[in-house]
Structures are given as structure tokens and as C-alpha cells.
């Protein structure tokens, strides 16, 4: 079965500090996406960045870059300079076998202190 | 700006009446999702579309139907609303044929039922 843990409920961070969320995910497919989502307080959600499991280099989106480890099946993402409007819910989510379907995590909830 | 309205934005119905969520999209994308979000959950899958009149289920299906009689529509119906179907509803869209592309989704639906 596929799915995706997030660890972290909560996390804080200082502003223009970087700050890592954490993302483990299980697959037995060889071929596999992850994706990254913000949710602000408003609720819509907004996608940041995507890593295939055939990238060679981890992937990098402005202040935005994921940690891929493979072997350790994780994907955290490194949010850098964090700014005050990075607050929100962050979502990792992996690619599932059923239509393209997206299996998420629960959520880490990121606030940015001035 | 991905093109995605979903109507009524708030609905407050009663337990037992049916209910029907709309998605709009503008441009033509042919796979459309339907997610619910639940405190502790993470977003699950209702169901998805791969084209007109072509849908399967997700993993929290039972109790919702759908319909997809025009590319740019893609309907969920709740048949008998019950309270554990209290949520918020989200459309997604996949602008691409390959599954690795990332989804976008609509503003949320936020549906209380007493």
C-alpha cells in the first residue's frame, strides 16, 4: 500500500530562517511522483514542487527545494528565508497507482515568528 | 490562475436531503478529482474523471455518486446526506496527460450537515 507520513504536527520557525519539513513515504512502484502543497488559512491549495523518483537532482522552486533521499524513502521539503506569509499547512502528497490520484499526508502546520 | 470554479462555495443542509457540488474548469483538462478534507485525514479521494462520461472510484466513495457529462463539468452528488459527510470538497484538475504533472485544485466547498 502507498502512503505518505508527516511526522510533524506543528513546527515553528523564525523569520528569514530555513526550516525542514519532514516527508516519508512507502511504494512499492519502481516509478513515483511528490508533490508539495500549501494550504494558507483561506483553504485553497497551492502547489510548490515536484520531485520524480528517476530525478537525478533534487528539485528547486525559488525558497523552495526538497531533500529526495530514496533510499530512506523521504522527501522533505527546505523552505528557505522563511517569510511571514510562509504560515499555512504544508501537505506532501505522493502519486498513487488509481488515476493519477494524489494520497496525502496529514499536514504539517508551519508557523513563522517575526 | 488554473481555471476552476467550484459552486456553492458554503452549504448548510439537513441530514437525509440530497446535495450536488459543482466543478467548472475553462480549459479543457481532461482528468478532474473530487477530494474531501478531514481534520486528521489529509485530503482523500472521492472519485476521479478521465473524460466524459468515464469515472471510478476513490477510496471514500460510498455515498457519493458523480457525473461528467461535458468536459468542463464534473458533478458529486450525495445521494442522502449524512452527518460524517460534513467536509470540505475540493475539485482538482491534472493539466496534462501525464500523471506526474501536478494537480490544482478549486477553492474548497464547505459542507455542514446537521
Known amino acids: 500500500a502507498q502512503k505518505i507520513t508527516q511526522t510533524q504536527p506543528g513546527m515553528f520557525v523564525q523569520e528569514k530562517e530555513a526550516v525542514t519539513l519532514d516527508c516519508t513515504y512507502d511504494t512499492s512502484d519502481p516509478s513515483y511522483g511528490l508533490f508539495w502543497y500549501k494550504q494558507p488559512s483561506s483553504g485553497e491549495m497551492i502547489f510548490l514542487i515536484y520531485q520524480g523518483s528517476y530525478d537525478q537532482q533534487n528539485a528547486t522552486e525559488g525558497r523552495y527545494s526538497l531533500n529526495f533521499q530514496k533510499a530512506r524513502k523521504s522527501a522533505n521539503l527546505v523552505i528557505s528565508a522563511s517569510q511571514l506569509g510562509d504560515s499555512a499547512m504544508y501537505f506532501c502528497a505522493m502519486r498513487g497507482n488509481q488515476g493519477g490520484k494524489l494520497i496525502f499526508g496529514q499536514g504539517t502546520e508551519l508557523s513563522v515568528k517575526p | 490562475d488554473a481555471g476552476i470554479t467550484q459552486s456553492p462555495r458554503h452549504k448548510v443542509t439537513e441530514t437525509g436531503t440530497p446535495v450536488t457540488l459543482r466543478c467548472h474548469q475553462t480549459e479543457n483538462h481532461r482528468y478532474m478529482y473530487w477530494y474531501r478534507q478531514d481534520p486528521g485525514h489529509g485530503l482523500r479521494l472521492i472519485h476521479y474523471?478521465?473524460?466524459?462520461?468515464?469515472?471510478d472510484k476513490g477510496e471514500v466513495s460510498d455515498g457519493y455518486s458523480v457525473s461528467r457529462s461535458k468536459t468542463e463539468d464534473f458533478l458529486l452528488t450525495l445521494e442522502s446526506a449524512t452527518s460524517s459527510q460534513t467536509s470540505v470538497y475540493f475539485c482538482?484538475?491534472?493539466?496534462?496527460?501525464?500523471?506526474?504533472?501536478?494537480?490544482?485544485f478549486g477553492d474548497g466547498t464547505r459542507l455542514s450537515i446537521l
Open positions: 474523471s478521465y473524460g466524459v462520461k468515464d469515472t
Open positions: 482538482a484538475i491534472r493539466q496534462g496527460p501525464n500523471s506526474n504533472q501536478p494537480q490544482h
